[in-house]
């Protein structure tokens, strides 16, 4: 499975910027797919992530700002009232199983996007 990434840009502050994320590739399945984000410095932190029936998790730094949706495989993340401290590369994960003999809880990651927020 290959996770791709698209969207990042630069905007002002109260933006508004749409991340997708489109995961391909041989899986039994497809399961949650996420969006995590990472500063310089700093651990990766799970912004949202959706299942593959449509439940979500957000972090509580979204406070509402941010919609996680999916259609199959492809996922969005609609992010309002952007500030600048929602700065970061904005990356795409992918929970997958994929079965040979046996079958692997697996987990694939996008290269990720730059998301930038002027004051």
């Known amino acids: 499975v290959e996770v791709a990434e698209s969207g990042g840009g630069l905007v002002q502050a109260g933006g508004s910027l749409n991340l997708s994320c489109v995961a391909s590739g041989t899986a039994s399945a497809i399961n949650d797919i996420g969006w995590s984000r990472q500063v310089p410095g700093k651990r990766r932190e799970l912004v949202a992530r959706i299942s593959n029936d449509g439940i979500t998790t957000y972090a509580d730094f979204v406070e509402g700002r941010f919609t996680i949706s999916r259609d199959k495989h492809t996922v969005y993340l609609q992010m309002n009232s952007l500030k600048p401290e929602d700065t970061a590369v904005y990356f795409c994960?992918?929970?997958?199983?994929?079965?040979?003999?046996?079958?692997?809880?697996?987990?694939?990651w996008g290269q990720g996007t730059r998301v930038t927020v002027s004051s």
């Open positions: 994960n992918a929970e997958f199983l994929y079965c040979a003999d046996i079958c692997h809880n697996l987990d694939a």
